[in-house]
């Protein structure tokens, strides 16, 4: 048997803070448009007395209240006025880019006016690059270097040299055949750059008369390798020019202990270190072609046949 239904119900708060007070000096109390109780709620607005053709609502200019007031800031002690003064900036920071022609244009305000800042972005000089890294065995190529120079009669090519013809070697199994590498050799005072034409397809000693040459540094060529060994550093990352797919960097030469048929001995080795950009290369054209220069560097007899 069901209850009878009371005479009237008790009304129902017609939003969610209906029932709270609002804080002294709070927005729910400065807002005369919130649906609050009339024990809390301001004097609502005016009603409005005027319509437009479309039939819009705008208020006439006398019948709308005006926005309380923002609270009066006392102003600084001279102590803290000095300090602000101090640390505001004197001009808007403005980003510094390389210009490179590639112009951002302005963008419009919603006023349909251009921005007074704009910016020039500089396409980068240098490919965001990714590297792999490996150790080789440089036994036979300090044999390859001390056969060379007793063949010619003095100091042979230098592991530089025989590493750059391992990557011109590469290149041309790759797909580049005849590529020209860059042999770059940051050493102060003066870092020394020449290019080796054909690098896996010419005769050594003609590799080693390119090496001893100069090039400018807007000279073209396929791929670099920087020889930080020559500053006696174990490894390195070389950057690689924007379009270029590969750069390989080289250590110095070290000799570490390792164990050859069963007893220790000291075996050369040297730190190889691939940049590649992912744009251009795969991952696993990028394994590949470092394998491929370990390898030819394991067996550097081959690179001696033009």
Not at 38 to 62: C, K, R, V
Not at 104 to 125: F, H, I, K, Q
Not at 128 to 139: D, H, I, M, S
Not at 292 to 306: D, N, S
Request: charged share 20%; hydrophobic share 45%; net charge negative.
């Amino acid at each position: 048997m069901g209850h009878p239904a009371p005479a009237a119900w008790p009304p129902a708060p017609t939003t969610a803070f209906a029932w709270d007070a609002p804080a002294p000096g709070s927005l729910a109390e400065r807002m005369p448009s919130w649906d609050t109780p009339e024990e809390t709620a301001a004097q609502p607005l005016p009603p409005l007395a005027s319509e437009d053709p479309d039939g819009d609502w705008q208020p006439l200019s006398e019948e709308v209240e005006p926005w309380p007031a923002a609270p009066f800031a006392p102003p600084l002690e001279p102590a803290y006025a000095e300090a602000e003064a101090a640390f505001a900036p004197e001009a808007p920071f403005v980003p510094a880019f390389e210009a490179r022609g590639d112009v951002v244009e302005p963008w419009d305000d919603p006023a349909g006016n251009a921005d007074p800042v704009a910016v020039t972005l500089a396409a980068p000089a240098r490919a965001a690059a990714l590297w792999l890294r490996t150790e080789v065995p440089a036994a036979g190529l300090v044999e390859v270097q001390h056969h060379l120079g007793v063949e010619w009669g003095g100091p042979g090519p230098g592991v530089a040299v025989l590493l750059a013809s391992a990557m011109g070697r590469a290149l041309a199994e790759f797909g580049n055949p005849g590529a020209d590498v860059l042999l770059d050799t940051p050493v102060r005072p003066e870092a020394h750059r020449a290019i080796l034409r054909a690098a896996g397809e010419r005769p050594m000693r003609e590799l080693v008369d390119d090496a001893l040459s100069h090039c400018p540094h807007d000279a073209l060529f396929d791929c670099a390798l920087t020889d930080f060994g020559a500053a006696g550093v174990d490894e390195g990352v070389a950057p690689i020019a924007e379009g270029q797919p590969f750069g390989l960097a080289a250590g110095a030469v070290r000799d570490i202990l390792s164990f050859v048929a069963g007893r220790p001995a000291l075996s050369p080795v040297v730190t190889l270190t691939l940049s590649y950009d992912p744009a251009l290369v795969s991952p696993g054209d990028a394994a590949w072609f470092l394998g491929r220069v370990r390898a030819l560097c394991e067996a550097p007899h081959a690179l001696l046949a033009a």
